[in-house]
Structures are given as C-alpha cells and as structure tokens.
C-alpha cells in the first residue's frame, strides 16, 4: 500500500510557524480527501486538519482553528500544512492520509494510505 512521505518539521519556538508537505501520491490522488494528523509522545493520534478533493472544503480540529491552513496542488500530488503561532502544544509526529471525505478524516477511519514515517515538529517555549 502506497506510504505518504511528510516532511518539513523541525524545533522552533513559540509563536513561530512552520510549512509541512506531503508527497501523497498514489492511485486516483485527485479523488480524494486528504487531512493532516498528529500524534504527541504517549498519546493517540489526532485529527488536525483536512481538505475535499477539490479544495473547496476544509474542516480543522479546533485546537488548531485560526492557526494552520491545509491546501492541496493536485497537479503535484502534494498536500501542505502551513502552521502558523505555533504552541509547545502543537509539539507531535505530523502525518497525512487520505480518504473518501472529510467526515471520515475527522473520524480517522476508511484510510486509502499506509501510514507514513511522519515528520516531528517540536515547539519550545
């Protein structure tokens, strides 16, 4: 099953922002949702932020909300997570997925991908 590759994470400091991408490629990319996961150290794996095939829905977690932007380019088969006041509370492994839709991405569940390696993005104060 086809692996997303995420990068762009690293260690800043609070309030500053970060762009993550995802190389998600894969059968029928243009096709389908695609959303943005977190998973801080000991914790479940969150829902962060998602997008319709097209672009013209998004829906974000609401710890999130006002901060982070999801965007798509389906010509490059990329997703982008543009993160911006970042929080220590932010501090987690990234990863994106795709699915059928939005909804199923806020539900983490019907994942066309495997799980990726993800990219860390560690906030200090």
């Known amino acids: 099953q086809v692996q997303p590759v995420e990068s762009g994470g690293g260690l800043v400091e609070a309030g500053e922002s970060l762009r993550l991408s995802c190389e998600a490629g894969?059968?029928?990319?243009?096709?389908?949702?695609m959303g943005w996961f977190r998973q801080p150290s000991g914790k479940e794996r969150e829902f962060v932020a998602g997008i319709s095939w097209n672009g013209g829905n998004t829906r974000y977690s609401d710890s999130v909300q006002g901060r982070f932007t999801v965007s798509r380019d389906n010509d490059k088969e990329m997703v982008y997570l543009q993160m911006n006041n970042l929080k220590p509370e932010d501090t987690a492994v990234y990863y994106c997925n795709a699915a059928t839709n939005t909804d199923n991405l806020a539900g983490l569940r019907g994942f066309a991908r495997a799980w990726g390696q993800g990219t860390q993005v560690t906030v200090s104060t």
């Open positions: 894969g059968p029928s990319f243009s096709l389908y949702a």
